[in-house]
């Protein structure tokens, strides 16, 4: 036999948000000040992830100093004239890393 429709018809959905939200309140320094205006804290640990992401965000993914030297090996012919000595260290770094 089945019964549905045994569950209490109280809705407790905002309770439960209040109480989520006081939970992450207290996690992330979040506090309610008596006037009733909230107020909040930032970490020092937040600030730090901040200004990580942003400093990632400004930098570029070449190494323009890498590049230069690249190509002014390449132009002495200091590298890419040897296929064998290319083959080898590719075979290498991908023993090293792997």
Do not use: Y
Request: negative net charge; proline residues 3%; hydrophobic residues 40%.
């Amino acid at each position: 036999m089945k019964i549905e429709g045994n569950r209490p018809s109280v809705d407790t959905t905002p309770a439960d948000k209040v109480a989520a939200a006081r939970t992450a309140g207290l996690k992330t320094g979040k506090a309610s000040s008596s006037s009733g205006i909230d107020q909040f804290s930032v970490s020092a640990d937040a600030k730090l992830a901040s200004a990580a992401i942003e400093a990632v965000a400004n930098t570029s993914d070449i190494r323009l100093d890498l590049v230069e030297r690249a190509k002014a090996l390449l132009a002495d012919d200091k590298v890419g004239n040897d296929p064998q000595r290319l083959a080898d260290a590719i075979i290498d770094g991908l023993l090293k890393n792997g």
